[in-house]
């Protein structure tokens, strides 16, 4: 193997986006979705990681930006791989946090040009608004909320993460 400049090496390396969502629930454990005004489907409170920034601070600061509320990043609940696809050239990687309770919406200031509506739907019907590939990430989060483990998907499909044994 020979040596390569670090610069030259680290110019190489695949690069990703990423993305850092929140996973909100109400006292019956319905799940908070909110409608983008630039979108046809509901999404997860969140949005992309900005540079130097740890994904944990991104949901907390699109929390604030969206919602106009403060939350408690919790415990890492999904991370979910996902090749490029369509219009994004990169992979993206996408971190799930819990980010608790919410009794009700009275205290949400929706970004009015960002977001069309926030409500709760039950688990079900949150999967029913969101994209097939997403969908998975709803009942993934209750359980690794419930596990308090996090788990990992790959496309919002489970993924193993080891290899198997050679022959």
């Avoid at 996973?23 to 799940?31: E, L, Q, Y």
């Avoid at 983008?36 to 540079?51: I, K, L, N, Q, S």
């Avoid at 090749?83 to 994004?88: D, E, F, K, T, V």
Wanted: proline letters at 8%; a negative charge; hydrophobic letters at 40%.
């Amino acid at each position: 193997m020979t040596w390569t400049e670090p610069a030259i090496w680290y110019a190489n390396l695949s690069s990703f986006y990423a993305a850092a969502a929140a996973f909100i629930t109400d006292p019956a454990g319905n799940v908070l979705l909110v409608k983008p005004t630039y979108r046809d489907h509901w999404a997860f409170p969140g949005g992309y990681v900005d540079e130097g920034e740890y994904p944990h601070e991104a949901c907390a600061r699109e929390i604030r930006e969206e919602l106009g509320v403060y939350v408690t990043v919790g415990d890492l609940l999904i991370v979910d791989w996902a090749p490029p696809s369509g219009q994004r050239p990169r992979a993206i990687i996408s971190f799930t946090f819990d980010c608790g309770t919410m009794v009700d919406l009275d205290g949400l200031n929706l970004t009015q040009q960002e977001l069309d509506s926030a409500a709760f739907f039950s688990a079900k019907e949150a999967e029913e608004r969101l994209p097939g590939n997403v969908a998975p990430r709803v009942h993934s989060a209750i359980h690794a909320r419930a596990q308090r483990t996090p788990i990992y998907l790959a496309s919002g499909s489970a993924a193993t993460t080891h290899s198997p044994l050679p022959r």
